[in-house]
């Protein structure tokens, strides 16, 4: 899917397949059940992922806040393991991502300090 945005953003048909009505909550729930493996799942590929998703405006509403939720627990637990660089700077990016939308931060406050504390370590 990032390969698609980047050359065809107009119509990333990876993306159109995500977000189709009938398969959004089979990709959705294989996606988190990937990135809640770890970086031995390719965590950075699963993060890049979930960054086209949630920057592009046709599934803004595919992840919910629970989903969210996740995602940013599995990022700040996986920076506090050993990663290869190109996953920290995936989860790095997701997280930012997330933290700047302030949707997310109204509901789950306490992850902003959890990001410092993450962040400083």
Same mark, same amino acid.
């Given at each position: !899917?990032?390969?698609?945005? @980047?050359? +065809?953003s107009?119509?990333?048909?990876? &993306?159109n397949?995500f977000?189709?009505s ?5 990709y959705?729930?294989?996606l988190?059940y990937l990135t809640?493996?770890?970086? !031995?799942y390719?965590?950075? @590929?699963? +993060? ?5 998703? &949630?920057?592009?405006y046709?599934?803004?509403k ?20 050993p990663?290869a660089s190109?996953?920290r ?10 933290l700047?939308?302030p ?5 789950y ?10 962040i400083?370590s």
């Amino acid at each position: !899917m990032p390969f698609y945005e @980047k050359t +065809m953003s107009y119509n990333n048909i990876v &993306l159109n397949e995500f977000i189709t009505s009938e398969k959004e909550d089979f990709y959705k729930d294989k996606l988190l059940y990937l990135t809640n493996r770890g970086s !031995m799942y390719r965590l950075d @590929k699963c +993060m890049q992922t979930i960054g086209v998703l &949630l920057s592009n405006y046709k599934s803004e509403k595919f992840f919910n806040e629970n989903d969210i939720d996740i995602i940013v627990s599995v990022g700040l637990r996986e920076l506090a393991t050993p990663n290869a660089s190109r996953a920290r700077v995936q989860i790095l990016r997701v997280l930012n991502q997330i933290l700047d939308h302030p949707t997310y931060l109204e509901f789950y406050k306490q992850r902003l300090a959890d990001y410092n504390t993450a962040i400083e370590s």
